[in-house]
């Protein structure tokens, strides 16, 4: 099976930056550079929505909380996903996790973001 596993979250004030990776791994029938990605956030008492896609070639969407300040990359020779975050808000406080965006693999244990002063 497919697993992912994401890193670089933390504590940061508001204003601050982070940059999350999302490593993928196990793959037999799909590939990561054939998959559209994208991150997902969970917030306390919340569902988990969607934050950001990217399809194979780079072409990336985001939802409109977060335009303008969140990017969305990813690097198909190391099968690594990115979301560098800038200009944090308290509201951004979530777990974020990665997943192919059309057929979600098994959810990894996300990555811890908090946002506060």
């Known amino acids: 099976q497919v697993h992912l596993v994401e890193s670089g979250g933390g504590l940061v004030q508001p204003g601050g930056s982070l940059r999350l990776s999302c490593v993928a791994s196990?793959?037999?029938?799909?590939?990561?550079?054939?998959?559209?990605m994208a991150w997902y956030r969970q917030a306390p008492g919340k569902q988990r929505d969607l934050v950001a896609r990217?399809?194979?070639?780079?072409?990336?969407l985001y939802v409109d909380s977060v335009k303008g300040r969140f990017t969305i990359s990813r690097d198909n020779a190391k099968n690594t996903l990115y979301l560098q975050m800038n200009s944090l808000k308290p509201d951004d406080t979530a777990v974020y996790y990665c997943?192919?965006?059309?057929?979600?693999?098994?959810w990894g244990q996300g990555t811890q973001v908090i946002v506060s002063s």
């Open positions: 997943n192919r965006f059309d057929f979600n693999y098994i």
């Open positions: 990217i399809t194979s070639d780079g072409n990336s």
């Open positions: 196990g793959y037999t029938f799909s590939s990561f550079s054939g998959s559209i």
